[in-house]
């Protein structure tokens, strides 16, 4: 089971959700944005995918449902689940991992490429990969 958070109506798991059920994986959508709710805890579940979204990360306020995944995400990490965030969920990723997002100083929508770091070359995630894509 795969499931797959996400913020906005826009920011779906269209192709990533198509390509797990081919491989035979369930996948389930929280839109919490729609007031979804996530799971109490990640037991059962094969991966997480935290999809984008236009808010920002420490919104919690504004968007109470960041504050509720930050702390799921965290016991994902805890629990050694496997979490792909991408956009917004990246950033949230790295704020459940301990680390620090800061506003960049031009929008970012989109694909964009990828220049790889002596570390990034070395992390078997990334073996076959070009230095950037």
């Given at each position: 089971m795969i499931l797959f958070i996400k913020?906005?109506?826009v920011e779906g798991p269209e192709v990533l959700g198509a390509f797990f059920m081919k491989q035979g994986?369930?996948?389930l959508v929280s839109n919490l944005h729609e007031g979804d709710r996530l799971p109490a805890h990640p037991n059962g579940l094969d991966a997480v995918i935290s999809l984008g979204g236009p808010m920002n990360v420490y919104?919690?306020?504004?968007?109470?449902?960041?504050?509720?995944?930050?702390?799921?995400?965290k016991e994902c990490l805890?629990?050694?689940v496997p979490v792909l965030g991408i956009c917004l969920g990246?950033?949230?990723?790295?704020?459940?991992?301990?680390?620090w997002v800061v506003q960049s100083p031009e929008p970012e929508a989109g694909w964009f490429p990828v220049d790889?770091?002596?570390d990034g070359?070395?992390?078997p995630l990334f073996s076959g990969?070009?230095?950037?894509?």
């Open positions: 913020h906005v109506e994986f369930r996948i919104e919690e306020g504004a968007y109470p449902f960041l504050k509720e995944e930050d702390a799921f995400l805890e629990r050694g990246s950033q949230l990723l790295t704020k459940a991992a301990g680390g790889l770091t002596e070359r070395n992390d990969f070009p230095s950037r894509f």
